[in-house]
């Protein structure tokens, strides 16, 4: 398939009522409403491809955006093309998800989102938590560096109350992932969580909520499933 085809079939695939809705959480014009299955059925057909991802990304267009790290080589991608994603990432879809999938998956990821988390940018700094996440879940635990993290998740407990709602979403994840995947320091992050309380977030016209980093942890561990990795940060 070529960039014009992937397009028209978006275009096709799109509704009015997938755009309410995506609006609602925050999606920005142009887009035309096409749902995550939707897209899933195009990459059976393209396989992963990151020159077509590239173009994807380049229209603008937030629906062939969400595609184009679908259908990414993380592997493939330089740093310098993940840069100019984040920066065009214009809302939360792409910031916290699709380009912190692509990154965390790259050489490169661990890196940018250090970068990233510096930035005086909502969705920049968000793209830099969300990857910084991403990249704990899917990496050896011997392989990260213990004191980074636990200094990174002291930040975080000294500024979350004190900054935009998409770092503050971000951040409050970043901890929860830490508690998860990183058993030797759920501890810390459950006294961290317990000093934070509360972590107060609008999420628009949504019902999505701010996840209580005590209680998912406590679920986690009913379950079995501290310390248990993910394969990739895709989904």
């Known amino acids: 398939m ?33 749902k995550i299955q939707d897209l899933k059925l195009i990459i059976k057909k393209t396989k992963y491809n ?31 093309t993940l840069q100019k994603w984040a920066e065009k990432a214009h809302w939360s879809m792409l910031s916290e998800y699709t380009v912190p999938w692509v990154a965390s998956e790259s050489p490169h990821g661990w890196q940018k989102g250090l970068e990233w988390i510096q930035s005086e940018s909502e969705l920049m700094a968000s793209c830099g938590w969300a990857t910084l996440t991403n990249y704990i879940s899917i990496t050896p635990n011997e392989q990260l560096d213990y004191s980074k993290i636990k200094e990174l998740s ?22 929860l992932g830490v508690g998860a995947y990183m058993p030797e ?28 980093i005590n209680q998912y942890l406590t679920k986690m561990e009913q379950m079995g499933k501290l310390g248990h990795k993910r394969k990739e940060a895709r989904c």
Do not use: W
């Open 154 to 175: 002291q930040l975080v407990a000294n500024s979350i109350h004190d900054t935009d709602d998409r770092i503050a979403y971000t951040k409050n994840n970043f901890l």
């Open 185 to 212: 320091l759920t501890n810390y992050i459950r006294e961290l969580a317990q000093s934070i309380g509360k972590v107060k977030v609008n999420m628009g016209k949504t019902a999505c909520k701010v996840p209580d």
């Open 2 to 34: 070529t960039l014009k085809d992937i397009i028209s079939q978006l275009a096709e695939m799109g509704s009015e009522s997938t755009k309410k809705t995506l609006l609602n959480h925050g999606a920005k014009e142009p887009f035309f409403g096409v």
């Open 50 to 80: 990151q020159t077509l991802a590239e173009e994807l990304y380049d229209t603008g267009i937030s629906d062939a955006m969400y595609l184009a790290g679908l259908m990414a080589e993380p592997q493939k991608i330089s740093a310098q």
